[in-house]
């Protein structure tokens, strides 16, 4: 058991770190999830990979986390990134391109956002993506084409 959670420590972290951007409240969020997944282990069905019901879990504390608090946090989020705290892909824009990237990221609808946000800054898979949202890979997939074709029209780029 131990084990499995030394293996997936770094990536529920980083998925964590996706949603808050918050260095201090992903590990706090990180070790409330992991003190859930050790109370609910037998509800663990091997139907879906071990990090990915981690994921899981860790979604719903952060959800909780932000109901206990009253406050919906993605607006302060994306005005409080750094280019520092962004992939390498991102560094490259400049810090208005990168928050007016940002702003119009959050216009668009929060499942679309989620994905985006999950698969640029989370680095994870489609498929992980579509088992955490509780939807298909292909549904990960065609959400975030659309979300970033919907980001290239915000940004007056005709490029795909």
Known sequence: ??????????LLYSYLYSLCHNESLAEE?????????CLSIDRYDNTCKFSTWLCQIGKHTYYQYLEKNKRIAMTDITEELSVTE????RQALSRIELLETLRQLHTLPQDM?????????GDLSFREIGDIMGKSENWARVTYFRGKTKLIELSGHNET
């Open 113 to 121: 956002r989620e994905v985006i946000y999950l698969r640029s800054f």
């Open 29 to 37: 969020l990180t070790q409330q999830t992991f003190y859930k997944a």
């Open 86 to 89: 962004i992939s390498a892909e």
């Open 1 to 10: 058991m131990e084990e499995l959670f030394k293996e997936n420590a770094k």
